[in-house]
């Protein structure tokens, strides 16, 4: 049976590869089809997927491809069709919010870097795995972002890492290090994050792929590669490293998402936060087992499982909304945005869902991922050197930090740019995207928010087989009915009731208003503005200085350190508080004009600049030479 | 009879949870007026009458919201959703006695991530309103958790730590029965969570921007917030006094007299640190909280060092 699934997968992926590139070739009146066409495939790899999931216990099945001696192998398990569901899922939202949206799609790299991630998500060798995330990076930079130099570099190490997990001679302690230059830097992790964040600002769907598609299979690469499903026990030190790298990352990204300029550079940074977190729970798993305490491992796994659907999902509706709010209200900073929900509703209750469903509220996903890290952090061994339990104090420090963070960044990005007056004449006239590029985005923000009330039973449902291809055992009494609890018998996080509760609660606030007779809002009027003047007739809107840009909602890094020492003050200082700037480019104009249709649709391919021709030959030889000496090697 | 006994024992649960849910929601604008009133006298003022505060409520539902030209629906829905979260977190901190029919639920990290959605949420009608005054408060409240929020996971990590689980109503079990060792380490993470509540974290200063009965449930939501963190500090330190479960009602009449004194004297301390330090100003708030980190950091650490000497 799994054999026919994988056949059937393999011809959605190489559907995907075909399509994308006929979509750059063929005529505008045909892209529409291959839209269709690609939009089926990646739903009905997603169906497949599920079906294993739910289905089949475990199953492997190869799929011969020779290539430099080793067979280029595919296959699928439980956990592999687990993050081949949440790739296809997003990626076929993001085909249809793209191709509902935009008048002309000319975003052909989505099919493509859709089908080389999932090549990397069934590939059953590190090789695989690492090539195919190579792959789908260059697909990315393809489709333009600005940075090339930083997308070269990704591509040189996702290659090295693709090389070191593939050759057979190579220390295991390499392992880790690749990791973090491969994936870690493709998913935004910290050192390396300057390489991908660019790409965010490029378009809609490269914004959209990177944190929804990309970043749940740059995880899975590293589950596994690092787990010890390959034989081999993981050092118990591992974890260190990891732990360190994720807890930075999901700190410095909220701080840079709360004072981010724009939404595509917020999105850049709460990707990388969430990526953070998710890298933090693998590092605890990991020194968990290395201590054999499996309870506690399985906690931490099942936070990065939580936090990797949430990315699909929550990355993938917040990449389309912020790009919905791009389009519709003329741009992207938040200076020049501003009471975007009047005029598009609909978009700001979903990026509203969206930020809630990520941030540390109750009943949300975001929070359910949050507790399990601190019970898992709460189950480590008490017993320990002074510095190591230290360091725990200042990990889970610095987790709290990071969800004070995320929810500050979701507060400052729906209400500076969808609530209050709007700061320009353009935001005030914006327009809500097309009838099905809005159901594209209720149908995440329901599923986000769905993942996050019935947290318990889904876990249940979707992670008892990922789980047990994990850890060897289940999820065991982690997940209930209700929601998650540490033991069988202790009182956990009950998240369905926790939400019944505050609804109905705020329903009987509701009833009792009317019951009572209180009257409802019939007066408005001018905002009191503490005894301002009125704003001259010339701003129909306001004086938009008066009304906050956000950038003060975080505290700048000398404050968020109490009482520093000269160490700490030098940290503090080597990275500065206040506004980033931008990473986002000067819009340039599209080459359009008279001339041949062919030439224009060439020039739109987007082909690189004259200036890196180096740096491509350069990547090139570099791939050439590790898969000949690899090649030399077996 | 073992059926009966357990029907009896679920009503019991049942009807806590109602005179502990009417309780906190009665007692809370009564508490916001004993503080003002234990301030003035330490000012040499005669303060407010205790029923003042439920009068001013009063006033204020009966008057129409007056709203910004640039509202929307979501300035009428937000005090409401502040006032549903403040109001299950209240439900959820026991007050007067263990075994309420919600204590399966009553995690700490549930119960303040409920406050905090609860300041979160005014935060976000301020930012409706578009004006100076209300963007700037948000961004301080926004200040404020950031600082504040590591402090937190710290506490309860030591607590979590201390007594093997997260759960309110079984810590306050445990801290009555005296299991909760070492004790200095308790004493410090409350002292972090108490220093917390000192540098004002459940106030957020945003009600320039609603009125009416909108503001009507806002002032009774902060006032909420504000027992409710009182209540947790009382019950984590000092739960003597409270009825345990399956207690009769005499064990409720003394828990409830006990927590009334708890939260009395616990007032009273507040604001007479306020008065001596002259309040916490805004811009020392970092320091205090800074403070409240390293105190939760020692907590921790002294769980966590006993536990290798033990």
């Known amino acids: 049976m799994s054999a026919e699934l994988l056949a059937l997968l393999v011809a959605a992926i190489t559907a995907l590869l075909g399509l994308g590139t006929l979509a750059a070739v063929w005529p505008r ?4 089809i291959v839209w269709g066409a690609a939009i089926v495939a990646s739903f009905a790899a997603m169906i497949a997927m599920l ?16 290539l430099a001696g080793e067979p280029l192998r595919l296959a699928i398990d439980p956990l592999a069709a687990l993050f081949a569901a949440l790739l296809f899922a997003a990626g076929a939202a993001t085909l249809a ?18 089908g080389l991630l999932g090549i990397a998500v069934l590939g059953q060798n590190g090789f695989t795995q690492g090539l195919g995330l190579a792959f789908a990076g260059t697909a990315i930079w393809l489709s333009g972002p600005s940075d090339r130099s930083g997308a070269v570099q990704l591509g040189l190490g996702l290659l090295a890492a693709a090389a070191i997990f593939a050759a057979p001679g190579v220390p295991p302690q390499a392992r880790i290090w690749a990791v973090l230059i491969g994936p870690g830097a493709l998913a935004g992790l910290m050192p390396l994050h300057r390489w991908t964040a660019p790409a965010h600002c490029a378009s809609t769907h490269a914004a959209a792929l990177l944190s929804g598609a990309t970043v749940p299979a ?4 590293m589950l596994r590669v690092l787990l010890p499903s390959h034989g081999m026990v993981p050092p118990a030190w591992w974890g260190l490293p990891l732990s360190l790298a994720g807890a930075a990352a999901a700190v410095i990204g909220g701080l840079d998402a709360v004072w981010a300029p724009d939404l595509e550079t917020a999105l850049a940074a709460g990707t990388m936060r969430q990526t953070g977190l998710a890298t933090l729970g693998i590092g605890v798993a990991l020194t968990a087992s290395g201590e054999d305490l499996p309870a506690v491992a399985t906690m931490a796994l099942a936070a990065v499982l939580l936090l990797a659907v949430l990315q699909a999902m929550g990355g993938t509706l917040l990449a389309l909304a912020c790009g919905a709010i791009r389009d519709g209200a003329g741009s992207r900073r938040l200076e020049r945005l501003g009471g975007v929900v009047r005029r598009m509703p609909v978009t700001t209750v979903c990026l509203l869902a969206g930020l809630t469903g990520l941030a540390t509220v109750p009943a949300s996903a975001g929070f359910a991922a949050a507790w399990l890290l601190l019970h898992a952090f709460l189950g480590l061994p008490h017993a320990g050197s002074l510095p190591a339990q230290l360091l725990r104090c200042a990990l889970v420090a610095g987790l709290g930090l990071a969800s004070a963070l995320g929810s500050a960044g979701a507060l400052r990005m729906v209400g500076v740019a969808c609530l209050g007056r709007p700061r320009t004449p353009r935001a005030a006239v914006a327009d809500e995207p097309s009838r099905s590029g809005r159901i594209v985005l209720v149908a995440l923000a329901f599923l986000a928010t769905a993942w996050g009330v019935l947290v318990g039973p889904l876990l249940m449902l979707f992670a008892e087989a990922p789980m047990r291809v994990l850890t060897g055992s289940g999820l065991g009494p982690l997940a209930t009915p209700l929601g998650l609890a540490v033991g069988p018998e202790s009182p956990g996080y009950a998240a369905l009731p926790i939400a019944c509760l505050v609804a109905v609660a705020g329903g009987l606030v509701v009833w009792l208003r009317r019951w009572l007779g209180m009257p409802g809002a019939t007066t408005s009027g001018p905002a009191w503005e503490d005894g301002f003047a009125a704003p001259p007739a ?17 505290p700048s890094a000398m404050r968020i350190l109490p009482l520093p020492p000269a160490l700490v003050r030098f940290a503090a200082q080597a990275y500065k508080g206040g506004e980033k700037p931008s990473l986002c480019p000067r819009p340039t104009p599209t080459p359009s ?6 030439t224009r649709r060439i020039a739109n391919l987007r082909l690189p600049p004259q200036g890196s021709a180096p740096a491509i030959i350069l990547v090139l030889l570099a791939g050439l030479l590790i898969l000949c000496s690899w090649a030399g090697v077996s | 009879m073992l059926l009966g006994g357990r029907i009896v024992t679920d009503l019991a649960a049942i009807l806590a949870q109602i005179i502990h849910s009417a ?14 009133g234990f301030a003035a006298r330490l000012a040499g003022r005669t303060g407010p009458d205790l029923r003042q505060p439920w ?9 129409h919201p007056a709203l910004a030209e640039t509202a929307t629906p979501l300035s009428r829905t937000a005090p409401v959703a502040c006032f549903a979260t403040a109001v299950v977190a209240a439900a959820l901190v026991p007050s007067f006695t263990l075994g309420m029919a919600f204590d399966g639920f009553s995690d700490l990290l549930v119960v303040a991530g409920l406050l905090a959605t609860s300041r979160i949420v005014v935060a976000l009608a301020a930012l409706e309103a578009g004006t100076a005054p209300a963007g700037l408060a948000a961004g301080r409240a926004a200040r404020l958790a950031c600082l504040a929020e590591p402090t937190l996971y710290l506490a309860i990590l030591a607590f979590g730590a201390l007594g093997g689980t997260t759960n309110l109503a079984s810590l306050f079990w445990l801290q009555l029965q005296g299991m909760l060792q070492p004790v200095a380490a308790g004493i410090l993470a409350v002292a972090a969570l108490a220093l917390m509540a000192l540098a004002g974290c459940a106030e957020t200063g945003l009600t320039t921007e609603v009125s009416g009965a909108d503001l009507a449930l806002v002032q009774l939501a902060e006032a909420l917030r504000h027992l409710t963190w009182l209540s947790l500090v009382a019950g984590l330190l000092f739960p003597l006094g409270m009825a345990e479960p399956g207690g009769g009602a005499l064990a409720w009449i003394v828990g409830l007299i006990a927590w009334g004194a708890k939260v009395l004297v616990a007032t009273a301390c507040l604001a007479a640190l306020r008065a001596s330090f002259g309040g916490i100003r805004p811009s020392r708030r970092p320091l205090a909280l800074g403070i409240a980190a390293i105190l939760g950091v020692l907590a921790a650490m002294l769980v966590l060092a006993s536990a290798v000497a033990a």
């Not at chain 1, 492997?60 to 020779?66: E, H, I, S």
């Not at chain 1, 740059?218 to 690469?221: I, Q, S």
């Not at chain 2, 009665?26 to 004993?34: D, E, K, S």
Request: with cysteine; charged share 20%.
């Open chain 1, 538 to 554: 010339w701003l129909p809107f306001g004086d938009p200085g008066t009304q906050t840009a956000g950038t003060d909602f975080a």
């Open chain 2, 55 to 63: 009068r001013d409520l009063r006033r204020l539902a009966r008057k």
């Open chain 1, 29 to 32: 009146q045909c892209v529409r």
């Open chain 1, 218 to 221: 740059a995880l899975y690469v």
């Open chain 1, 97 to 114: 919010f793209v191709a509902a949206t935009e008048k002309a799609p000319a975003a052909t790299a989505i099919p493509v870097c859709l």
């Open chain 2, 23 to 36: 309780l906190m929601l009665a007692a809370a604008p009564v508490v916001t007026a004993l503080r003002e």
């Open chain 1, 593 to 598: 004009g008279p001339g041949p249709a062919m």
């Open chain 1, 51 to 66: 079906d294993v999931l739910l289905a089949e216990p475990r199953s492997t099945a190869g799929l011969p491809l020779a």
